[in-house]
């Protein structure tokens, strides 16, 4: 450490002491403790126990049933199904007696809406309120693109 004595002169013309310590390894010896400090802390090891999950030879559940429930310009509805691509044209009383057979399952089957483009509003919703009416739990519409042009309103009578 080193200290500065001289000489300077004030505004007044005073002559002062100038007193200044120099302070660059006072902060060299700091750090150097500090860095002793952080190298002599001991470091705690956390362990977390993880259970992973274990091997089995079991099957994985199966995929639940799908039906697709089409809906055209036509009021015509569609039962059938998107991997089988086999629909059938049913009435509206035919639809509510199919969902009927279909609430009473133990295991109860997907019903997908895929209204067409054109499709009525009024028709895609008596539907779907048919389905939750009858208990149906897993009703659903698949994609938004199903939605293209859905709903449109027309002005003729």
């Known amino acids: 450490m080193a200290i500065n004595i001289g000489s300077t002169t004030s505004t007044a013309g005073d002559l002062e002491p100038m007193m200044e310590m120099n302070t660059t390894p006072l902060i060299d010896v ?37 039906i697709d429930i089409k809906i055209n310009a036509k009021h015509q509805i569609l039962w059938g199904s998107e991997i089988d691509a086999k629909y059938e044209v049913v009435t509206k009383l035919e639809l509510e ?33 048919a389905a939750q009416r009858l208990n149906l739990k897993q009703i659903g519409i698949p994609t938004i693109d199903t939605f293209a042009g859905v709903g449109t309103v027309s002005t003729a009578k």
């Not at 403790?33 to 470091?43: A, E, H, K, S, W």
């Open 30 to 66: 700091m750090l150097v403790l500090l860095v002793m400090l952080i190298i002599t802390i001991p470091l705690n090891m956390h362990a977390v126990n993880v259970e992973l999950p274990k091997q089995s030879s079991e099957l994985p559940p199966e995929l639940p049933k799908v």
């Open 97 to 129: 007696s199919r969902f009927e057979k279909e609430a009473l399952k133990a295991k109860q089957p997907e019903i997908h809406f895929r209204p067409e483009p054109g499709a009525k509003y009024e028709d895609v919703i008596s539907a779907m309120a």
